[in-house]
């Protein structure tokens, strides 16, 4: 089964987990956990690395969808 998402619902839904991961990282509780000595992950990747990443990602969707635009349009201005 495939789920259909427009661009615009894409975007949308990684802004709401960059949202999500702002709010968790700014929890006097999660700053605790991760401040642990005993907090540790495979990578040394935190909380503020997955926003940064899709940050990353939204800024290339808006790239692909810019030069998208600029392809359409000059094709039908020779029309």
Known sequence: MEIKLTTLEIRTILQGCQHTLR???????????????Y???SNDVVLNDAFNILGEVVDAIDEVEQFSQQGESSHGAGN
Not at 23 to 37: A, M, N, P, T
């Open 23 to 37: 709010l968790v990282g700014s929890s006097r509780d999660y700053r605790k956990i991760q401040s642990s000595e």
């Open 39 to 41: 907090f540790s992950t």
